[in-house]
Nanobody, 115 residues
Framework: QVRFVESGGGVVQAGGSRRLSCAAS????????MAWYRQAPGKEREFVAR???????NFADCVKGRFTIDRDNTRNEVYLEMNSLRAEDTATYYC?????????WGQGTQVTVSS
């Protein structure tokens, strides 16, 4: 079955960096466009970044220039490198298929940015 396991979250100071990882299983990973999403307390889940199967990327305006996304098709993993973190980046981060997420979500990984 489809499964996503996110990791790498934690507490980081404002201005700092963090690298998140997501291991996917149960999908034909190399042919799937993948994305990172996040959900802050009291807010809806939102798109953060996307990497297509071709390797092309796209970012939400609020993280553009600060976050990068990449993938390793040999490991079925997708990564989110977050730099210049801000308090407003505090959220639980999830990975899933881009454009039309699967109805199966992982537990996410919590990122807390302290000021």
């Amino acid at each position: 079955q489809v499964r996503f396991v996110e990791s790498g979250g934690g507490v980081v100071q404002a201005g700092g960096s963090r690298r998140l990882s997501c291991a996917a299983s149960g999908i034909s990973f190399s042919s799937i466009h993948m994305a990172w999403y996040r959900q802050a307390p009291g807010k809806e889940r939102e798109f953060v970044a996307r990497i297509n199967s071709s390797g092309s990327t796209n970012f939400a305006d609020c993280v553009k220039g600060r976050f990068t996304i990449d993938r390793d098709n040999t490991r079925n993993e997708v990564y989110l490198e977050m730099n210049s973190l801000r308090a407003e980046d505090t959220a639980t981060y999830y990975c899933n298929r881009a454009y039309i997420p699967y109805p199966y979500w992982g537990q996410g990984t919590q990122v807390t940015v302290s000021s």
